[in-house]
């Protein structure tokens, strides 16, 4: 029997996997794809995703294979881009690439690997105790284990079976995205095209391909019907008054779709297990948080877990010093998160942040300092200096 089961190889649960295995803990990963395998995702690495990457001692070889980005170029209609620099380097790679270089690095550190479905918890009274899962054969197993991860990502089975999801308002929005080739030269900036609750993103990756990913209302959605690829390009010809043309550009490979985006639950530890990365909460996207909110998680529940198994603390302290830790990292991101719904959803207000980043350069600092995530989470973005963008 392993000590931990983590449910999912993403970011969250590969390294939490990498960091217990590195600690001599005997973890095994039950993910139900087959590595390297598609994700939708703008594919953006902020600096402190790359420092977490560094952490688990895979920085270099993603380096290598990585874009560097040089900045974000905001675009919205009737008033001219802004362009906000990174204060430390960030990165484009492809997901299907980086999380198959963090799952290897796991399996290296001697974390073990099974490809199945969890389908359920087990429980030794009010205790999580390991999970049931189905094969690619369609044979079911139960794997018993001290202490169950959920990285199983946004929409978490596991947080569903614990009973911790909470129910999501507002309006729900979906993501559309894929590989295009034929972009002009982006140079280097993550371009975000923003009007009327939908906005789509560009982001360079190595090569000639370029990110693209739409995020819609889901009644929009609907009204695309089949024809998403349309829809996409009309989308993006209206978005940002039209600055950035899709005449010429070409999908390369499968069209992604997924949603709702809204996922959030209302605690991340139970007894016998925790939740990480967007199986804790997911954000909206548009600010590029979420790798690095996984990554961190990953390692932040290695070490409460590990304190545990060590008898330096007690489940209840190093669990709720685990979920201290995500509050203090997710919380201030979250409250950005919804100045960007806000400024998405009103035209006039993301023209007025746009504006106000450009007449105060200091105010757009501050904010790609905080949105880097490569500083302390006190100093992400605090509603002070929300406020300054649109009041
Ligand atoms: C449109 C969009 C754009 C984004 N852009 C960015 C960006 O540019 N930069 C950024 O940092 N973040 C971005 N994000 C967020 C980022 O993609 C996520 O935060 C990140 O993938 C979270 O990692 P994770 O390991 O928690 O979950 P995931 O990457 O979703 O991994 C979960 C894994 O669990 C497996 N799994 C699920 N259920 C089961 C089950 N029952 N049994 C076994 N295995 C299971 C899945 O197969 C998957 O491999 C974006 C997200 C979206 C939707």
Redesign the pocket.
């Known amino acids: 029997m392993p000590d931990v089961v983590v449910?999912?190889?993403?970011?969250?649960?590969a390294s939490c996997a990498l960091n217990l295995a590195r600690r001599g803990v005997d973890v095994t990963i039950?993910?139900?794809?087959r590595f390297p395998?598609r994700?939708?995702?703008?594919?953006?690495?902020?600096a402190g995703?790359m420092a977490a990457l560094d952490e688990l001692g895979v920085g270099a070889s993603v380096r290598e294979r990585a874009r560097r980005l040089t900045g974000v170029r905001l675009v919205t209609p009737k008033i001219d881009p802004v362009e906000l620099r990174f204060p430390s380097p960030a990165f484009a790679l492809a997901?299907a690439t980086l999380?198959d270089r963090l799952l290897d690095a796991a399996l290296a550190a001697g974390a073990m690997l099974v490809h199945?479905?969890?389908?359920d918890l087990l429980y030794e009274g009010r205790r999580v105790a390991g999970v049931a899962?189905r094969g690619d054969d369609g044979a079911s197993a139960k794997l018993r284990a001290r202490f169950v991860v959920g990285?199983?990502?946004?929409g978490?089975?596991v947080a569903r079976k614990l009973d911790l999801v909470r129910a999501s308002r507002g309006a729900r929005r979906f993501?559309l995205?894929g590989h295009y080739l034929g972009f002009d030269d982006l140079g280097g900036f993550v371009e975000m095209h923003v009007d009327r609750g939908t906005y789509f993103a560009l982001?360079p990756l190595p090569g000639a391909l370029t990110n693209v990913?739409v995020?819609v209302r889901e009644k929009q959605l609907a009204t695309w019907s089949q024809a998403v690829d349309e829809g996409v390009r009309g989308a993006a010809a209206t978005l940002g008054g039209g600055r950035r043309s899709f005449d010429g550009a070409e999908r390369v490979g499968a069209r992604a779709t997924?949603g709702p985006?809204e996922f959030g639950v209302r605690a991340v530890t139970q007894p016998g297990a925790l939740l990480?990365?967007?199986?804790a909460g997911?954000l909206n996207?548009f600010t590029?948080?979420?790798?690095?909110?996984?990554l961190r998680g990953g390692i932040d529940a290695a070490v409460a877990i590990d304190d545990v198994l060590t008898g330096r603390a007690s489940e209840e302290v190093a669990f709720a010093g685990y979920a201290a830790q995500r509050t203090r990292d997710f919380e201030r991101r979250r409250k950005l998160a919804r100045v960007v719904d806000l400024l998405v959803d009103v035209p006039f207000l993301a023209r007025r942040a746009s504006a106000r980043l450009r007449r105060f350069p200091e105010l757009g600092e501050h904010l790609m300092n905080a949105l880097s995530g490569g500083v302390a989470s006190q100093r992400a973005p605090s509603p002070a200096l929300l406020a300054r963008l649109i009041v």
């Open positions: 449910v999912g190889g993403g970011p969250a649960g039950v993910e139900r794809a395998r994700k939708v995702c703008g594919e953006y690495l902020n995703a997901r999380d199945a479905r969890v389908e899962a990285a199983d990502g946004s978490s089975l993501a995205g982001n990913m995020v997924i985006l990480v990365g967007d199986a997911f996207p590029g948080q979420g790798v690095f909110l996984a």
